[in-house]
Every structure is written in C-alpha cells, then in structure tokens.
C-alpha cells in the first residue's frame, strides 16, 4: 500500500481564522497563530507539519479556500516521491 506525505501553504493575508480547518484536521497539524494578519485575524498555520497525510479536508472546508494542499506519494522505503497538487 503507498503511503503519502501531505503538506500545505496557507494564504494568512486572505486567511480569517475561523478555525474550520483546525477541528478537521485529523492529525492535528494546523494550529492558530498568536500572531494577526493584516486584517487583523489570527491566521491558520501548520504547527505539527510533519504529521500532515496530504488528506486535504483543511482546503475542502476552507471557506475561503486559502488553504492549498501538497501530497506526495512515497514508495516503500524510499523518501523521493511524486508531488500531487489538491489545491483549491
């Protein structure tokens, strides 16, 4: 079975911290930040990023859809992968 290796970029400027994507995330890789955007809002970010399995439920949740997902397919025992873009 493969097994793959998710990341993802965060726009914080569009970003209003409504905190959706944090409570569906199952690995608990996106946390708030202490620290405001440009608007004001506290903005999402990925504390824990080495947990992230690339399941994208963070961007489908999105309601502002500023969240872009980066999966990468890892074969047994070797790190290389292929990058998949789920994005918006």
């Known amino acids: 079975m493969a097994k793959f290796k998710g990341s993802i970029v965060v726009d914080i400027e569009r970003c209003k911290g409504c905190e959706v994507c ?3 995330c199952p690995t608990d890789t996106i946390a708030m930040s202490k620290e405001v955007n440009g608007k004001g ?3 999402a970010y990925p504390l824990n990023p080495e ?3 690339g399941c994208a439920n963070c961007a489908m949740v999105c309601p502002d859809g500023v969240i872009t997902v980066y999966k990468i397919k890892i074969k047994s025992g070797d790190e290389k992968g292929i990058k998949i873009n789920e994005g918006q």
Do not use: A, G, P, R
């Open 41 to 43: 809002y506290h903005y």
């Open 51 to 53: 947990l992230c399995n």
């Open 22 to 24: 944090m409570v569906s």
